[in-house]
């Protein structure tokens, strides 16, 4: 339903997996799953709405992912999430806690010994410290969301989480079951 070009279908798979998560589970491999498609669709979904409430959606799953690193001392997807935050932080054009927040990620990449990851965010830190001038300008000029989502390339980000998260599961089954992968 996630890869439908029908909008009714990717709505369908929003609900399920809304109620997904609303449900007790203990699988935390699942719930970081159905977290990180949910919030591909809510991309989407903010991409066609522009809508500040689904900005604070995608927001509260970002601190569910958070305290479910957290919990499970998943440090690559702590950093992750440090990421992603920093690009919502970026869409909002909050320059400085965006900073802080890729700062926190690379630290901790680099304390964990994720070198590739610690790589990746790296060269977002030195992609992000290049536009400084296009991010001061946007703010300037108030640019619509829109301008900002295709900066901040969040799908990939979203992407590269969802692969990662796949490799490492404990799931007893291949990407193929699920939708989109």
Known sequence: MKSSERLREKIRAQD?????????????????????ILCELLLEELRLSGNQEVLDELKELMDKLLGIAKAQSSYWLLAEVY?????????????????NLMDQALILAEEKGLNKLAVKIYNE???????????????ERKAPLNDRLDLIQLESLLERMAYKKLDNSSFGFTCKYLPGF
Request: charged share 25%.
């Open 125 to 139: 830190k030195v992609y992000f410290d290049n536009q400084v001038n296009q991010w001061d300008h946007l703010i």
């Open 83 to 99: 990421v992603f935050q920093s690009r919502l932080c970026l869409l909002e054009l909050d320059l400085t806690k965006a900073e």
């Open 16 to 36: 399920i997996l809304v109620q997904f998560l609303k449900e007790e589970c203990f699988d935390h491999d699942l719930v970081v799953m159905a977290t990180i």
